[in-house]
């Protein structure tokens, strides 16, 4: 048995009172009492450990409440980094072709090239990559720039061949293929989920022993930002078998809810999970996944007014991953099956889709605390929230856009009025709707302080203000990444805020942040305790996992 007493800094608990006792103690991976040091004192073992804030701040750890882990760790090791300013370095389509070129230089022939996180918005051309100009690159190697939305994507003519698609090859629902006006020819876009296939699964050429390595990378990145809980949210089959590979007996280092493809349903729920799953304590299988649209920066996120400077005429509000029949098809049937939705839904029509699909699926079975949520929710009108409300439909709110493509926003996609309440926060506390916020990592990088900025101070990359009236509180924005996203998936008996009874996982802060909201940026991560050890910060003892 192991005690430890937290004690000499601000404590913000994020429990429903928001109360700041004086000491905590932790009893193993357990918080045992929370109150005023003196008593806390008195009650603690005689061999207990202490642990003096010295005017540092405790609070709970962070939980993502929408990211695809442990896609970032990919990222680092495998595939090649086309970001653009503020997140990279790449301004122009000469930079990324030369960033593809060193790495296929390197590369075997015949094996793939991926590029990730690339950003049309953000390059002087203002457009994906053409399958000439991935050719220029090589033709001895198949070649796949995947967009920064994960919406998609570029090929060479290498890696259209191996993605079984040519000129004759028709349009999938939800999705195209880039053609030449005049000649038909393939330009090498391909756009949408269903047309993208495996390509756009964040598991594309990871095999086993490359996902374990990605995993412990991600998983020291998010540590290090006070992440102890993780999610992945769009698990396929592929990468459920590489969770499933974790024995029920070995501890991952990080606790993770995962999100499988509503398609896997039923044959997940009905013979894979109990032949293929171990029951590993740190992985829980969550809420179901759909999805509506697709992104802003492609414009093709579904608006009910089109876009401001509209880049495609015959699809000026955007598009439609499904039909209203398909969602209210889809959402009865997962709702029937008594799951929790997390559809992804960028504009407004497409959240109204959702809406309109949860609100016929109450209405055929009644059902109390579902949770169903809406992921991203970008541009939610007040009508949509006010239903939401009374629907019992939550949302985590995709906030970091503010800062990485609010500017674009407010030029190009929606323009001034309608970029003023993108992830509308505030709106949704006036409404009594329950909200967390999120990064979408790795569309953009788990930072829980700077994602409470966003939300806090809703200042774009240029310095711009963008919506005054969608600022929120310092607090809401830590408990949208704390008690609220653990409630928001059924883990709030377990964790989220600092009460005994709870796995003591905590972030230890630099300074108080509720002290001054323009200072947010100046908070950095000392320490991150997972069940009660410390996993990053002085002492950390961790193991790399290899299977």
């Keep these: 048995m192991r005690e430890t007493l937290y004690f000499g800094g601000p404590i913000l608990t994020m ?7 004086e000491a905590v103690l932790v009893r193993d991976d357990v918080i045992i009492a929370v109150g005023d040091e003196a008593t806390l004192r008195r009650r603690m073992s005689s061999d207990a450990g202490v642990y003096d804030l010295a005017g540092q701040t405790l609070i709970p750890a962070f939980i993502d409440s929408h990211g695809h882990f442990p896609d970032p760790g990919f990222i680092q090791l495998f595939r090649v980094d086309l970001a653009s300013p503020p997140r990279g370095v790449c301004m122009d389509m000469a930079q990324a072709l030369e960033k593809l070129r060193c790495r296929a230089e390197e590369t ?10 690339f950003d049309n918005t953000a390059i002087s051309e203002g457009r994906m990559p053409t399958r000439a100009e991935l050719d220029d690159v090589s033709t001895a190697h198949p070649i796949w720039v995947l967009h920064a939305s994960g919406h998609n994507g570029a090929a060479n003519s290498m890696a259209l061949k191996l993605h079984g698609v040519n000129r004759d090859t028709p349009d999938p629902a939800g999705g195209r293929y880039g053609r030449d006006p005049d000649t038909g020819a393939l330009t090498g876009l391909v756009e949408g989920l269903s047309a993208m296939g495996e390509m756009g699964d964040t598991d594309f050429l990871i095999g086993r022993d490359r996902f374990w390595q990605g995993f412990n990378a991600c998983r020291d990145e998010y540590l290090s930002h006070g992440v102890t809980y993780a999610q992945n949210a769009w698990a396929s089959q592929v990468m459920l078998d590489h969770f499933a590979s974790l024995r029920a007996d070995q501890d991952p280092g990080i606790d993770l809810e995962l999100l499988p493809i509503a398609d896997l349903e039923p044959a997940l729920s009905q013979g894979w999970i109990d032949d293929n799953w171990p029951g590993n304590p740190h992985f829980t299988l969550g809420a179901r996944k759909l999805f509506t649209d697709g992104a802003f920066q492609l414009q093709t996120a579904y608006l009910s007014a089109p876009y401001y400077k509209s880049l495609d005429p015959d699809h000026p509000c955007g598009m439609i991953y499904a039909t209203q029949v398909d969602m209210d098809t889809e959402v009865l049937r997962l709702h029937a099956m008594g799951f929790q939705i997390h559809c992804h839904c960028n504009g407004d029509a497409g959240a109204e889709m959702f809406i309109d699909a949860v609100d016929k699926a109450l209405l055929a079975h009644p059902r109390d605390d579902h949770r169903h949520t809406i992921i991203h929710g970008q541009v939610l009108r007040d009508d ?7 629907l019992g439909i939550t949302v985590s709110f995709f906030s970091a856009h503010v800062h990485f493509w609010g500017d674009r926003h407010y030029d190009t996609f929606l323009g001034p009025e309608r970029a003023e309440r993108i992830s509308p926060a505030a709106t949704a506390e006036r409404y009594g ?3 967390t916020i999120h990064n979408d990592a790795s569309v953009t990088p788990t930072r829980p302080i700077h ?8 200042l774009t990359a240029s310095g711009r203000q963008l919506g005054e009236k969608e600022k929120v509180s310092v607090l809401s924005a830590l408990r949208a990444q704390t008690i609220d996203a653990a409630w928001q998936v059924f883990k709030e008996d377990q964790r989220g805020s600092i009460e005994p009874g709870k796995l003591a996982d905590f972030a230890i802060l630099s300074r108080n942040p509720l002290d001054d909201p323009e200072r947010l940026l100046d908070t950095s991560i000392v320490a991150t305790i997972r069940r009660g050890q410390i996993v990053f910060g002085a002492t950390k003892s961790r193991k790399e996992l290899e299977f």
Excluded at 15 to 21: E, G, L, V
Excluded at 108 to 117: A, I, N, R, T
Excluded at 452 to 457: D, G, I, R
């Design 15 to 21: 429990d429903a009172d928001n109360s700041r006792p």
């Design 108 to 117: 075997p022939e015949g094996d793939w090239v991926m590029g990730v996180l």
């Design 384 to 390: 949509q929230l006010d239903r939401m409300a009374r």
């Design 433 to 435: 709707v329950r909200y």
């Design 451 to 458: 994602l409470a900025h966003c939300a806090v101070n809703r």
